[in-house]
């Protein structure tokens, strides 16, 4: 028995891969095969305003309905939880509609979360009070106190997390307050069951061509106007968003526009940043047995679709 039910079926498609690999062609190319509609798991598309940064698709080249998008502004904020509520709502919207969604996301546990059956623990609304006194005590004693205190009161967490991850830090110290380990919840991600019927296909690509590939895209959304992306969103106000650890391409800007670094050396410094965030993507999506991959490595969406179809009929999707 399904979370959903029998009101999600037809399955949802996940489009799953490293960044710059083709999930956004190859989901929305799904769409258009299938009858569908595209539901972005991402977790930086979901911010208002940060279009190029975050590689969307033009609204004028979105040949079906796009969701997950635009959800809130930039520094609000937002969990895997809320999207799991989200994305659920489209999928039956979706469904209810004669729809087929196509899932489309970089974003592992965002994935996880929409199709899996993760229950997630006391603390996970958006404004979270306990979250909020780690928060300010990591601007009052820095990352590393904060990081001795989870190792004092949970080692084995601790011994999970880079002191310098403080977001995953203050996530231990919450779930400790309520009796929950950290690394043990870590441990039962493998094995949490499927609750939403879905089939999965993945992009891969090889990672020196992907390298190229991620740095052409860095290229590109420069010569888009990034900067002046950038430069908007703080006179928006929305620098603390902008800076967060997991704004790549947003907070090397920032860092330029504040006069602290070169334009050229905050470019390179987003193409390493990518690099590892692309090759963190591929290890969490190799560790998912469910993934049939398509190689991505000529680019050629219409035949990634080709070839998706086939896997997806297959399975009977």
Excluded at 76 to 84: D, V
Excluded at 94 to 108: E, F, Q
Excluded at 305 to 317: F, K, M, R
């Amino acid at each position: 028995m399904t979370l959903l039910g029998t009101s999600l079926a037809p399955q949802v498609i996940c489009v799953v891969g490293p960044t710059a690999s083709g999930k956004s062609d190859l989901a929305q190319g799904i769409a258009l095969a299938l009858g569908g509609e595209v539901v972005s798991a991402d977790s930086m598309q979901i911010y208002r305003g940060m279009d190029i940064g975050t590689g969307k698709v033009p609204a004028g080249e979105r040949a079906v309905p796009h969701w997950g998008l635009d959800i809130v502004d930039p520094g609000r904020p937002y969990s895997a939880a809320l999207f799991q509520d989200y994305a659920r709502e489209r999928f039956r919207d979706i469904a209810a509609r004669g729809k087929r969604a196509v899932l489309c996301g970089g974003t592992g546990f965002y994935v996880r979360a929409a199709i899996d059956d993760y229950r997630f623990p006391a603390g996970e609304q958006e404004r979270n009070p306990i979250r909020e006194r780690y928060r300010a005590l990591l601007e009052e004693s820095g990352p590393a106190a904060l990081w001795d205190m989870l190792n004092s009161i949970d080692e084995r967490s601790a011994a999970v997390i880079a002191p310098a991850d403080s977001k995953r830090v203050i996530r231990a110290l919450e779930l400790a307050e309520g009796g929950i380990s950290y690394a043990q919840q870590r441990e039962k991600l493998a094995s949490i069951p499927q609750s939403v019927p879905a089939r999965f296909v993945g992009i891969e690509v090889e990672p020196a061509l992907l390298r190229k590939r991620i740095d052409a895209r860095v290229d590109a959304m420069v010569a888009q106007g990034l900067v002046g992306e950038v430069k908007q969103l703080l006179e928006l106000g929305f620098r603390e968003g902008l800076c967060a650890p997991k704004a790549i391409g947003y907070r090397e800007i920032v860092a330029y526009l504040d006069g602290e670094t070169t334009l050229e050396t905050a470019v390179e410094s987003i193409k390493v940043a990518t690099h590892r965030y692309a090759k963190r993507q591929r290890t969490w999506f190799r560790k998912d047995g469910r993934i049939r991959w398509i190689n991505g490595d000529d680019g050629d969406s219409q035949r990634m679709v080709g070839e998706a179809l086939a896997l997806l009929h297959g399975n009977d999707a």
